[in-house]
């Protein structure tokens, strides 16, 4: 959640702490004492810092949010095209949910159904980085890298929804360490994805063969005799 290279503060400490319960106890479950003995502060100093138990809940993914965007910011803008910065942004994701499970069971399990937090910055830092997927989807629409049909929305959520969907499965089958994670899954993917929507450029279009090396001297016979053909045909003309 924070600067490995500095020392955490309290207010660190308090959502730390707070993000560990809420996410094995649920919100309404967690109790500000236990968050306070956890993080070795008074009760008071978390409503001095907070307000309120909601108020604290929504300030974790808000500063989490934040601060990823604020990392991806700075790497984004120097990667060549937009199929590889949407792979960065997607990466980016799933390297948060994967890395920080407590994070990502707080959000996908318990904060993404509740109403009053679509309504609060913390929801709002979220979608800076949905916002900034949507843009390059759209620039790809526009520089004719994906097809100029293509419905960025639906482009954004088939991405977005399974890489959530396969994080909200890990999560309810108690997170198992698998062969293949989430991340791995990641490349395919997004290849299904871009190969529905990528424009056919002027060289594509034709029939593409892939031959085997021994396949070659097939092939140059069957043109020889094409030419042959040919030209046995215009010289009867």
């Given at each position: ?5 500095r ?6 400490r ?5 993000l ?52 991806s ?20 994701y799933?390297q948060?949910y994967?890395?920080?499970p ?12 509740n ?14 980085s ?8 759209r ?33 309810m ?14 490349d395919?993917l997004?290849?299904?994805v ?15 063969l892939y031959?085997k090396?021994d396949?070659?001297?097939v ?5 020889k ?13």
């Amino acid at each position: 959640m924070t600067d490995k290279h500095r020392p955490k503060t309290r207010k660190d400490r308090i959502m730390d702490a707070a993000l560990r319960i809420f996410a094995e106890k649920g919100f309404q479950n967690a109790t500000i004492t236990e968050i306070s003995k956890k993080a070795g502060v008074s009760e008071a100093t978390i409503y001095e810092y907070f307000g309120t138990k909601e108020d604290l809940l929504f300030a974790i993914p808000e500063k989490i949010s934040n601060d990823t965007y604020e990392a991806s910011s700075n790497v984004i803008p120097y990667i060549k095209g937009v199929e590889g910065k949407i792979r960065a942004i997607l990466l980016f994701y799933v390297q948060l949910y994967q890395t920080n499970p407590d994070y990502s069971a707080l959000v996908l399990l318990q904060l993404m159904s509740n109403k009053r937090f679509r309504q609060t910055p913390a929801h709002a830092a979220i979608r800076k980085s949905s916002h900034g997927l949507l843009d390059c989807i759209r620039e790809g629409i526009a520089d004719g890298t994906f097809k100029k049909d293509a419905n960025p929305y639906l482009i954004r959520s088939m991405l977005m929804g399974a890489i959530e969907h396969l994080f909200i499965h890990w999560h309810m089958q108690g997170m198992p360490k698998q062969k293949t994670s989430v991340a791995d899954m990641l490349d395919p993917l997004i290849e299904i994805v871009f190969d529905g929507i990528r424009a056919r450029k002027k060289e594509d279009a034709g029939q593409i063969l892939y031959l085997k090396l021994d396949d070659t001297g097939v092939l140059e016979k069957t043109l020889k005799k094409k030419e042959q053909e040919t030209s046995s045909k215009n010289k009867t003309k």
